[in-house]
């Protein structure tokens, strides 16, 4: 019978993992960037695209918060796909806050697919979800089921188990 792991073993472990899942991403981005470039694409702006496909048309705050990045990072691949003509930038005005004292809604800018846009992304998406799918198959269906669950769940993460994790006392890293 095996005995439990210890704490480093336990540490060890987690960052084999880490490094596994850092690499295995690399890899796969690396893999699927130089097709996205033969589109003179890159993968922040098929990420873009795919998602206005998808939405249709969105807040750049909700993009922003969709795709996890910086405004100011995001501003540049959106400048981009408007002079490339795919997408275009426009106001709204939100409906007003319930205890606001001004009586209509802020404005906001949208982004959405022009028509040259939605035609482009038609064909890059099904060449690049074919590439994509030739890749993953190094493992079944319900290992990639598995896969998306686990990222997921990391992304999510567990408040409780990481701080009583980072609260215990470490010990010596190193081989053993």
């Known amino acids: 019978m095996k005995p439990y792991p210890t704490h480093k073993q336990r540490t060890q472990r987690a960052f084999r993992a880490y490094t596994d899942l850092i690499d295995t ?5 690396n893999r699927l960037r130089g097709p996205l470039w033969s ?29 996890k990045v910086r405004r100011q990072n995001m501003m540049v691949v959106i400048r981009r796909l408007i002079d490339r003509g795919y997408i275009r930038r ?5 409906p007003p806050v319930e205890k606001s004292r001004v009586g209509r809604g802020r404005q906001a800018s949208a982004i959405g697919l022009t028509k040259s846009g939605t035609k482009f992304i038609g064909v890059v998406l099904p060449n690049h979800s074919k590439l994509v ?20 769940r990391l992304r999510a993460g567990d408040a409780l188990k990481f701080v ?12 053993g």
Do not use: N, P
């Not at 991403?25 to 981005?29: C, M, N, P, R, T």
């Not at 426009?90 to 939100?94: A, E, I, S």
């Not at 009583?164 to 081989?175: L, Q, S, V």
């Open 25 to 29: 991403a690399e890899w796969l981005k």
């Open 39 to 67: 589109f003179d694409l890159t993968m922040g702006e098929f990420r873009l695209l795919e998602l206005l496909y998808r939405e249709k048309e969105l807040l750049i705050s909700d993009v922003l918060r969709k795709r």
């Open 90 to 94: 426009f106001q709204v005005t939100l």
């Open 133 to 152: 799918k030739a890749l993953m198959r190094a493992i079944d269906g319900r290992q990639q089921e598995t896969l998306s669950q686990i990222c997921r």
């Open 164 to 175: 009583k994790e980072i609260m215990m006392e470490d010990e010596e890293w190193g081989e």
